[in-house]
T-cell receptor
Framework: NAGVTQTPKFQVLKTGQSMTLQCAQD?????MYWYRQDPGMGLRLIYYSASEGTTDKGEVPNGYNVSRLNKREFSLRLESAAPSQTSVYFCASSGQKYNEQFFGPGTRLTVL | KNEVEQSPQNLTAQEGEFITINCSYSVGISALHWLQQHPGGGIVSLFM???GKKKHGRLIATINIQEKHSSLHITASHPRDSAVYIC?????????FGTGTSLTVIP
């Protein structure tokens, strides 16, 4: 089992460019999450999906869109990247909403 | 406004010492999590608690719902325990995280 995988591992964008961060899990989990981690601020929830076809905004959703393509995959899209979106992005999954979460390795994104 | 506060922010201990990390939260919660973030950046879940106490090996986590407080204890600390320990709470449709406690265990 690969657990939770994320691609890419690193990405550099110019302001205004768009990109999609991919996340997949092979644990048959219902819930999936996208977080960002910034120095001194801890992890913050961007979006959450309780099941295929459903998504909910987290604490910091502005500037992002998500898509729960199927039970395995949950993607995060930046339509027009801004320097404030420079961060490390983590995807996670859990069996149910408040259960133990399994994290992907993270994507380090820099927006110039 | 921080829904989750951890203390201390930084902690240095000698190998073998008993360590306590504290977490206080201000919202009604459905569950509390303790996470470990390795120096390389990977995040691993240690505990999920909704009441009482849990123990895994040398790690013990407790929660007091009435006082909105949780503690993570490490007995007989070891250099491999050096990491950032993060407290997180699930509340409604949100998850809130503390900024972490950076632990260094010196041989």
């Amino acid at each position: 089992n690969a657990g939770v995988t994320q691609t890419p591992k690193f990405q550099v964008l110019k302001t205004g460019q768009s990109m999609t961060l991919q996340c997949a899990q092979d644990m048959n989990h219902n819930s999936m999450y996208w977080y960002r981690q910034d120095p001194g601020m801890g992890l913050r929830l961007i979006y959450y999906s309780a099941s295929e076809g459903t998504t909910d905004k987290g604490e910091v959703p502005n500037g992002y869109n998500v898509s729960r393509l199927n039970k395995r995959e949950f993607s995060l899209r930046l339509e027009s990247a801004a320097p404030s979106q420079t961060s490390v992005y983590f995807c996670a999954s859990s069996g149910q909403k408040y259960n133990e979460q399994f994290f992907g390795p993270g994507t380090r994104l820099t927006v110039l | 406004k921080n829904e989750v506060e951890q203390s201390p922010q930084n902690l240095t201990a000698q190998e073998g010492e008993f360590i306590t990390i504290n977490c206080s939260y201000s919202v009604g919660i459905s569950a509390l999590h303790w996470l470990q973030q390795h120096p390389g950046g990977g995040i691993v879940s240690l505990f999920m608690l909704s009441s009482g106490k849990k123990k895994h090996g040398r790690l013990i986590a407790t929660i007091n719902i009435q006082e909105k407080h949780s503690s993570l204890h490490i007995t007989a600390s070891h250099p491999r325990d050096s990491a950032v320990y993060i407290c997180a709470v699930g509340a409604g449709n949100q998850f809130y995280f503390g900024t972490g406690t950076s632990l260094t265990v010196i041989p």
